[in-house]
């Protein structure tokens, strides 16, 4: 009897057996054959990453964790048992013949597995991937073929490899979320997560055990739209994917040499932190939340967080306070309420500039509509209370429908995106007194550059050029604009008229003496620097010659830049006429050109900005009509008037403009007409009181 073994004692033994004969493991795979114990690791091909165990300091607990191979301070990126520790212990990773992996300590105990419970495969290896996955595949049972049946990138921890996705999978329901240490030396879960709301329109919240205490925004194409530091650049790409089959967030290192994780920290902050080579530490390289306007709906339904601002709260246009007497005392939270409630047929929309997108869990997106549409799927909605443009990539793409309140915005200065709120007309004029900073959108349209003003830019530049060219001394034929079409269209000042010619020449001498008084040049630089690099966020409108951009000169005027087409040249000639009468023409009635920029082949033609579109934009507008009053009707008559009497009587000139029509005045932020185009205009001498002018023509 002697001689049996006994079955018990050999139960208990195999572990301790395996612990010690196992062979020791310079591998990257595990397979049943082999395992890992104690002071055993398994390393990444490529050397980046080492799994084995761990005991923080301080600690009798021992982890299984995988971390960066080539840093000598030790980082744990990912822990398996984290809920459960081995305790006065030492852990043995199998893997079972079935394709799960089994962490035990040394008395067999099982602290933790990988079971998925539905694969059943054959001939199962745990690889870990240079990429930082540990990847359980083998061959599937019913059907040759490989298949992963684990892999730790759907299990994170604390913190986001890169190509680790963050968020769901919908078929399975699995929903990677990465969630704090409970603190610096213990890898329990922690009370912070960030985690993925797949409804709506994808979103990740900070959580504070189930409260939620921050928001990312939604993504729009470019990045999430609370955490405007955070977008793609040479080094960090980062993606967002969001189709029928899964919703996710991700990002990719350009530069393998670069070593970079993103982690939820245990103490609430999530953080980028890149490895420095030079100094041999981790620097953190981003961080959010970071202002008291991250903290989740800080400001309530309808309000806007500007840390800028003091207090912080702020509300959308269009809505007062709902609890004053908090809002005075500094408590946002109460939010906004309207002023004056919708009546869903007759409202607008008043659009809202460089704002965090409001919470959209409960919003709808379709990718097929344009903005138009967008705004038109809203007005046919009376619960629809705001739209905005899904994806601000390649000009804007896509439409958000946001049908319940709208919470937790914010106001950046230059980032964030438009957002349409829907308003009833009443509260919407209000936009002529404030400054809101909100009408963006309906600037960019509203720059009224009519197509023919534009075929002024081109001349603008080219006048004085081909003036310096041409003999000073063309003495009565004063030809506006010439050569249309080949065709010289003159105007001819009557010799006898003596006092004409004079004060033609003088205008002449002026220009040519004083031009650079009379028509400013802007360096390439400035107009690059006002124009963001012509960013596509920043066009306005594209005429046939050429598009036009809005911007912000150095001293804070808002500019709009034509910039024209190259193939345009023929232009030229026809807009000096133009060129020359706006430039020199000071009137508050007149629209003012601020200058050209001339460099190598480009010219532009540099504007005061309209931010209220022309005249016709409203009163052929069934909605915008209605902003009118008859007051400011009036104003607006007057003030056309006082322009045309100007160009008429006051100006040094007799200027008959010949085009005047609702299309052709400006409106500024205050509403103030500002006549334009003055394309066919003719100059006539100041006692001239009659003479013929030739139908209009249009430059093609
Ligand atoms: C693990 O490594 C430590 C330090 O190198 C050593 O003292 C210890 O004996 C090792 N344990 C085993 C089980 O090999
Ligand atoms: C672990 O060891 C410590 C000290 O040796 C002891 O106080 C503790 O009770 C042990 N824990 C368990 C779970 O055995
Ligand atoms: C693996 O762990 C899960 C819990 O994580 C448990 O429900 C399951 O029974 C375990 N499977 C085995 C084979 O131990
Ligand atoms: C796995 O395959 C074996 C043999 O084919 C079968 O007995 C077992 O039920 C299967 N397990 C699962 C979870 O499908
Ligand atoms: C085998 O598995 C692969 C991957 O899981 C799957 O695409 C394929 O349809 C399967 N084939 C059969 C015959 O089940
Ligand atoms: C969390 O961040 C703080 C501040 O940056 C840092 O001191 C702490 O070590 C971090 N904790 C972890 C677990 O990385
Ligand atoms: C990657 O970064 C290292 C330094 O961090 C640099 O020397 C190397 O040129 C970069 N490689 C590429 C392809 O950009
Ligand atoms: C990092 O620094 C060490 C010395 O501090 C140097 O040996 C190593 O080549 C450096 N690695 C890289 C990628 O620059
Ligand atoms: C998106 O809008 C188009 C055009 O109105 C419509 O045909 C389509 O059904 C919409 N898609 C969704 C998902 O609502
Ligand atoms: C308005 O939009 C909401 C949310 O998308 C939808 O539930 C509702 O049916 C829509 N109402 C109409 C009249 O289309
Ligand atoms: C979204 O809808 C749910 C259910 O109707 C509601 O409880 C929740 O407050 C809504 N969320 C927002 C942000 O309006
Ligand atoms: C703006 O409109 C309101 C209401 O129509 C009016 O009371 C106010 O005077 C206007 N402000 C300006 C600056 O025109």
Redesign the pocket.
């Known amino acids: 009897m002697r001689t049996r073994p006994c079955p018990l004692l050999l139960h208990f033994l195999l572990p301790l057996l395996i612990f010690f004969i196992s062979p020791s493991i310079a591998a990257d795979s595990l397979t049943p054959a082999t395992s890992i114990a104690a002071n055993q690791t398994l390393v990444s091909a490529g050397g980046a990453y080492k799994l084995g165990f761990f005991t923080p300091p301080g600690s009798s607990n021992t982890f299984l964790g995988m971390w960066y191979n080539n840093i000598p301070v030790q980082t744990v990126v990912w822990v398996a048992n984290r809920a459960n520790p081995i305790v006065n212990s030492t852990g043995v990773l199998t893997l079972d013949p079935t394709g799960v992996l089994f962490l035990a300590d040394r008395l067999g105990n099982v602290v933790w597995n990988s079971s998925s419970g539905s694969s059943n495969i054959t001939n199962p290896t745990a690889q870990l991937l240079d990429s930082g996955n540990l990847v359980l595949r083998g061959e599937?049972s019913?059907?040759a073929?490989e298949?992963i049946v684990w892999q730790s990138f759907d299990h994170p921890t604390d913190t986001l490899f890169a190509g680790m996705k963050l968020g769901y999978k919908f078929k399975t329901g699995l929903n990677r979320y990465i969630n704090s240490w409970l603190n610096t030396n213990d890898p329990s879960p922690g009370e912070y997560s960030f985690k993925m709301d797949p409804r709506g329109v994808p979103e990740f919240y900070l959580y504070q055990w189930s409260t939620r205490i921050y928001a990312s925004g939604p993504w729009n194409g470019e990045e999430f739209t609370g955490v405007p530091d955070l977008k793609s650049n040479d080094m960090l790409k980062f993606l967002f994917v969001s189709n029928p089959d899964e919703a996710y967030y991700t990002y990719e290192i350009e530069n393998s040499s670069i070593i970079s994780r993103f982690v939820m920290n245990s103490s609430g902050l999530l953080q980028r932190y890149v490895w420095i080579n030079s100094t041999q530490s981790w620097s953190v390289f981003w961080s959010d939340p970071k202002d008291d306007c991250d903290d989740y709906r800080a400001c309530g339904p309808y309000g806007v967080c500007n840390v800028d601002d003091s207090p912080i709260c702020n509300c959308l246009p269009g809505f007062e306070p709902r609890f004053p007497q908090e809002w005075n005392l500094r408590d946002g939270s109460g939010g906004c309420v309207r002023k004056t409630q919708l009546s869903c047929a007759g409202d607008g929309f008043l659009p809202y500039q460089n704002v965090k997108l409001p919470e959209s869990t409960n919003a709808t997106v379709n990718m097929s509509l344009s903005l138009e549409e967008c705004k038109q799927s809203c007005l046919q909605n009376c619960s629809c209370k705001a739209y905005a443009t899904a994806n601000v990539s390649g000009g804007g793409s896509g439409c958000i429908i946001w049908t319940d309140d709208l919470f937790d915005m914010r106001q950046f200065d230059q980032f964030g995106q438009n957002l349409y709120v829907r308003l009833a007309a009443a509260d919407i004029p209000n936009l002529n007194a404030t400054s809101s900073g909100g009408d963006s959108n309906n600037n960019k349209l509203a720059i009224i550059l009519p197509t023919i003003s534009g075929v002024l830019l081109l001349g603008a530049c080219g006048f004085f050029i081909w003036k310096k060219k041409k003999a000073k001394n063309q003495s009565e034929i004063v030809s506006f604009p010439p050569n249309v079409g080949n065709r010289p269209i003159s105007v001819r000042v009557k010799n006898q008229v003596g006092k004409d010619s004079t004060q033609d020449h003088s205008l002449e001498d002026e220009t040519s003496t004083h031009e650079d008084l009379d028509l400013p040049t802007f360096d390439l630089g400035v107009i690059l620097d006002a124009t963001d690099s012509f960013a596509l966020a920043n066009k306005i409108g594209e005429g046939g010659f050429g598009p036009v951009y809005m911007g912000k000169l150095e001293d804070g005027q808002d500019i709009a830049v034509k910039r024209l087409s190259r193939r345009s040249s023929q232009g030229i000639d026809e807009f000096k006429n133009e060129v020359k009468l706006i430039a020199k023409l000071q009137h508050r009635n007149l629209v003012r050109l601020l200058g050209c920029c001339i460099h190598g082949e480009e010219r532009m033609l540099i504007y005061e900005f309209m931010h209220n579109r022309s005249l016709n934009t409203f009163i052929f507008d069934e909605e915008k009509r209605a902003q009118l009053s008859w007051e400011k009707r009036f104003e607006i008559i007057l003030g056309i008037a006082r322009g045309l009497l100007y160009l008429h009587q006051d100006s040094r000139f007799r200027i008959i403009h010949r085009d005047l029509k609702a299309s052709n005045i400006l409106l500024d932020r205050e509403m103030t007409p500002k006549i334009s185009d003055f394309g066919i205009a003719r100059i006539f001498g100041a006692d001239q009181t009659d003479a013929y002018t030739r139908k209009r023509l249009y430059v093609s």
Do not use: H
Request: aromatic content about 0%; cysteine-free; hydrophobic content about 0%.
């Open positions: 599937s019913s059907n073929t298949e």
